[in-house]
């Protein structure tokens, strides 16, 4: 964000969505940012503004997708759970997720990542920000949907070649980055 708008002053903003839109209310904060999706279920969609394009911010890998995990043995709990399978989700949060894990992403880091579908390919959009939006790391590429997984590595390996490894460092200390 800071990159786009260096004027703007970055806060944290810890609780729930109401203590958040409180804190709001109360002229603690100009503007926060929350899920659309998030507000949505709550019953809050008054309170969007403005929604933030992939275009102006790519999201952590991974929003927006759901994930389930049961016993691998327990085949009645699978046979209900499969209708909720959308496979053109899981080849694009396949991909997303391939390169968090190279980059060794977690929940504090400045990496985003975002698929998309065209076709048979799968179109995955990498990046790795420094510290206060002072460096923006882009990589994208292309690959058949069978290949998601191999893509999200592509990625991060290019953001890797720009130097990722340095910044990612300097986030989390000397941690192993693949």
Request: proline share 3%.
């Amino acid at each position: 964000m800071l990159a786009r708008r260096p004027d703007l002053q970055i806060r944290f903003l810890r609780g729930n969505v109401n203590t958040r839109l409180a804190k709001l209310d109360a002229g603690e904060y100009d503007a926060i940012i929350l899920a659309a999706a998030g507000l949505i279920r709550l019953g809050f969609e008054n309170r969007i503004t403005s929604a933030i394009s992939v275009d102006d911010s790519l999201p952590a890998g991974g929003q927006g997708a759901v994930g389930i995990e049961c016993r691998s043995v327990d085949a009645e709990i699978h046979a209900l759970l499969a209708p909720l399978h959308h496979e053109d989700t899981a080849v694009r949060v396949i991909a997303e997720r391939s390169l968090n894990k190279h980059l060794n992403g977690g929940c504090q880091v400045p990496i985003a990542c975002y698929a998309v579908l065209e076709g048979d390919d799968v179109w995955l959009r990498g990046l790795v920000g420094g510290p206060a939006g002072s460096v923006l790391l882009h990589a994208e590429a292309r690959a058949p949907q069978t290949s998601a997984q191999a893509l999200g590595v592509q990625v991060a390996e290019a953001l890797l070649a720009q130097g990722a490894a340095d910044i990612l460092k300097a986030v989390y200390g000397e941690a192993n980055i693949e």
